[in-house]
């Protein structure tokens, strides 16, 4: 006999499930759930209280993850939770920290990791779960690192299919696209250089964070103009797909190792390929001379704008649907819940559904 999964997902306080504009992991968190829920499992999600997602939700009574009280206020309502709630699993998109009290707890516990991993707290929790707990990561380039600690999963972000309007073709005078935060690290700056080596109309859009305005205000901003350069403030998903449809090919000149990226997966399902330098998961994301081109400098950025014509919309979108979209993330989390389950319960032999 075939039965659903009872599933205790956390995710951090700061943004209601799913966000309004930006806010990569509730986004994923959201999608992850309505499709959990639509193959028959139960599914409570912890999360801000203003989270809107349609499944039994318990909101976190501690707002801000670097606050210690509200670790320990949250630490306790999952703690409880747990105790009483019958969980088969709990997956963790938030801070480790929630789940202190839980880790000697037999019950199989999910640590996914869309940052920077903690090679020291992933460690010490990996001993205090004494093989209870597992890690997984949304890229091969993060595991790698810290692969020797513990048990490790591949699980991809991806993207909700129905968010993302596929548009076959562009206008001939179609603008590149930068979308995302306005800082430093993500290449505003580097974008629009490149546009302007290719000779090609750009549209920037995201938010300023607070404490970059002042970069903006230097680097991005004297150059907007309206016509060549545009920047248009942060989108909804409408707009993005709006946006992204209509581009002649996504920018990403990162200046940091990526975990992934959501918003290639976002452009590629629209079907705009990707441009991006060889930094953190690009390469996994992009198929180099299929979906985009993974370059090293901006020189190589700018000349790959006149090999746009190679590429095929369509196999964009295709990738995404094979790899990134939500049948895909949730068949990998899925595998992932099987083999734990499967390892902590092969003595009790629980039957469970894909």
């Not at 516990?109 to 890690?135: D, N, P, W």
């Not at 049948?327 to 992932?336: C, E, G, M, N």
Request: proline letters at 6%; aromatic letters at 8%; charged letters at 25%.
């Amino acid at each position: 006999m075939r039965r659903g999964l009872r599933i205790a997902l956390t995710v951090d306080p700061e943004l209601p499930v799913p966000p309004l504009h930006y806010g990569g992991i509730e986004r994923i968190v959201d999608m992850l759930a309505r499709e959990l829920v639509s193959r028959g499992h139960e599914v409570t999600l912890f999360a801000n209280p203003r989270s809107t997602c349609p499944v039994h939700k318990i909101a976190w009574p501690g707002a801000r993850s670097n606050s210690r009280l509200d670790t320990i206020r949250n630490a306790v309502t999952l703690t409880r939770a747990v105790a009483f709630g019958g969980f088969d699993i709990v997956h963790s998109f938030s801070r480790i920290a929630y789940m202190t009290p839980i880790l000697p707890a037999p019950i199989p516990k999910l640590m996914s990791y869309q940052r920077e991993v903690s090679r020291r707290t992933t460690a010490l929790a990996q001993k205090l779960a004494f093989g209870s707990l597992e890690f997984s990561a949304i890229s091969r380039s993060m595991i790698e690192p810290v692969r020797h600690i513990g048990e490790w999963h591949y699980a991809p972000n991806g993207v909700s299919l129905s968010a993302y309007a596929f548009q076959a073709k562009v206008d001939s005078d179609a603008p590149l696209v930068f979308l995302g935060r306005i800082e430093e690290i993500k290449g505003p700056h580097l974008a629009i250089e490149a546009a302007r080596r290719a000779g090609c109309r750009l549209v920037l859009a995201g938010n300023v964070p607070s404490e970059h305005r002042g970069w903006f205000e230097a680097n991005v901003q004297p150059h907007i103009d309206g016509r060549e350069i545009a920047y248009i403030g942060p989108v909804d998903d409408a707009q993005k797909s709006e946006l992204l449809g209509r581009a002649r090919a996504l920018l990403m000149p990162i200046l940091w190792e990526e975990p992934f990226g959501i918003v290639m997966a976002e452009a590629m399902a629209c079907g705009a390929p990707v441009i991006g330098f060889r930094r953190g998961a690009v390469a996994e994301v992009v198929e180099d001379g299929t979906t985009g081109y993974v370059v090293d400098t901006l020189d190589d950025m700018a000349a790959a704008v006149d090999r746009l014509p190679n590429l095929e919309r369509r196999a964009c979108r295709a990738r995404v649907e094979r790899l990134f979209s939500e049948i895909a993330v949730a068949d990998s989390y899925l595998q992932i819940y099987a083999q734990m389950l499967s390892r902590r319960q092969k003595e009790r032999r629980i039957p469970f559904a894909q």
